[in-house]
């Protein structure tokens, strides 16, 4: 099967729309297969800066069917807003489609949201877009699928049935009740507008799979804020990891074969959480301002960190990472030392995995590598032998010490500004 799997391995951020979209160029179908609109992935083409939140990055790619798929929890409103924005760019959105069995975000969900993060003693750091409360109706059979959404009698069964219910969970919470027949009113709109966009995904997945067609499967977030595989309860509600593509894109686990990881050349985070790497000098903020730090969702600042090869290892170990996409090395042009952690300190043991205790983990102290940094401006560069030495050196460390090779390397936004390296040439995938 000639696919391939794009995940954060880090906390997200890491710049999956940029991969993905250099690497829809050559695919038939991009399919993004968990989260909703709590992602936010930034694509810039020509000096254009598009955040797209539900919609797969291989938008901008003409012939490039887009399918938003069934592990996906999808807000009507946020995704018929993207639609427009796109349409006013000028766009072209005929070739997105929203598998049929996709839930649907309600309102009531995002006020949930809200309510559930002002009373945890830890605050999770959510986007408040009602992601965690749809997955939970889904987990609890109490959600809608998009095929039953755009059908009316089912839909208005649905809400008809489920409101008490919700008004019930409103009340406990000091929220708002909702009333039935504007939550009808206002959702029979939306599911009009949608239903050109819902249809099943099945067979179209399962026959570009058996020609051998290029999929690409698109994750949102990053490793480290999986359900199960992340910093719990610091996480999102889905899993971003390659583990997560067979159930969120309805495909057979064969269908998992390169698996590129995303990575800053450091590390970011948003929200609450362990974070061993962060730091807070001068440094971090000319990374910051650089590398325009601050979340495509919520305009939040990032925090900053060195960057961390354990959680690589982490994210490598957890999605069977084949090479890495190095994004963003531009950011540490100018800067005197360069540092890499390679393992943690913890309870004066060195140690080489992620605690499952956040407890644990709050307490890990990193073990950096100081390596030169590079003065020299990577603009125009186009091959890996023309880089500084010293930023080769900083790759070959990472390589070495997680095991997997780079095969991508980003020096800035734009298409022309990636580097092929040996690994990414053998996957053939622009022939």
């Known amino acids: 099967m000639h696919t391939l799997t794009i995940i954060g391995a880090q906390w997200g951020d890491e710049g999956k ?19 909703g609109n709590n992602a936010g992935h930034t694509i810039t083409l020509k000096d254009r800066r598009f955040a797209l939140h539900l919609i797969p990055s291989g938008v901008f790619t003409q012939g490039c069917v887009n399918i938003l798929g069934q592990g996906m929890v999808i807000n009507p409103k946020a995704f018929l807003e993207e639609i427009a924005m796109l349409k006013k760019a000028g766009i072209a959105t005929k070739n997105i489609v929203i598998s049929d069995r996709a839930h649907v975000v309600l309102p009531y969900h995002q006020r949930f949201d809200e309510a559930l993060e002002a009373i945890r003693i830890d605050k999770v750091g959510t986007t408040f877009r009602g992601i965690g409360p749809a997955y939970s109706d889904k987990a609890t059979r ?10 009316d009698e089912t839909r208005k069964a649905h809400i008809e049935a489920l409101v008490p219910h919700v008004n019930r969970q409103s009340e406990g919470l000091g929220l708002p009740l909702s009333d039935v027949k504007q939550l009808q009113d206002d959702m029979a709109v939306l599911a009009t507008e949608l239903k050109p966009f819902v249809k099943p995904v099945g067979d179209l997945l399962h026959h570009a799979l058996y020609e051998n067609k290029k999929v690409l499967f698109e994750g949102a977030q990053g490793t480290m804020l999986c359900l199960d595989n992340g910093t719990y309860p610091f996480v999102t509600s889905s899993s971003p990891t390659a583990a997560g593509v067979p159930l969120g894109a309805g495909v057979p686990p064969q269908a998992v074969t390169e698996v590129i990881g995303v990575v800053k050349a450091y590390t970011t985070r948003v929200g609450a959480g362990a974070f061993p790497t962060e730091f807070n000098d001068p440094i971090a903020e000319q990374i910051r301002q650089v590398g325009r730090e601050y979340g495509t969702t919520t305009g939040r600042p990032r925090r900053i960190g060195w960057l961390d090869l354990v959680v690589l290892k982490h994210a490598a170990r957890t999605s069977g990472i084949t ?23 913890l309870n004066g043991q060195e140690i080489d995995h992620v605690p499952a205790s956040m407890v644990q983990y709050a307490q890990c102290e990193p073990v950096y590598t100081d390596l030169q940094g590079f003065k020299t401006s990577l603009e125009g560069i186009s091959q890996f032998e023309d880089l500084p030495e010293p930023l080769k050196a900083y790759i070959h460390k990472i390589e070495t010490v997680t ?15 990636t580097i092929r390296c040996h690994p990414f040439h053998q996957l053939d995938w622009e022939v």
């Not at 109490?142 to 059908?151: E, K, S, T, V, Y």
């Not at 090479?323 to 300190?345: G, S």
């Open 17 to 35: 729309g940029k991969i993905t979209d250099f690497l829809a160029r050559h695919a038939a179908l991009t399919v993004r297969f968990q989260g």
């Open 142 to 151: 109490l959600g809608i699928r998009m095929a039953d959404f755009i059908q």
């Open 323 to 345: 090479q890495w996409a190095l994004m963003l090395v531009d950011v540490l042009q100018n800067i005197d030392m360069l540092r890499l952690c390679t393992h943690y300190r």
């Open 403 to 417: 095991g997997v090779p780079v095969g991508l390397i980003s020096t800035g936004p734009e298409r022309n500004q």
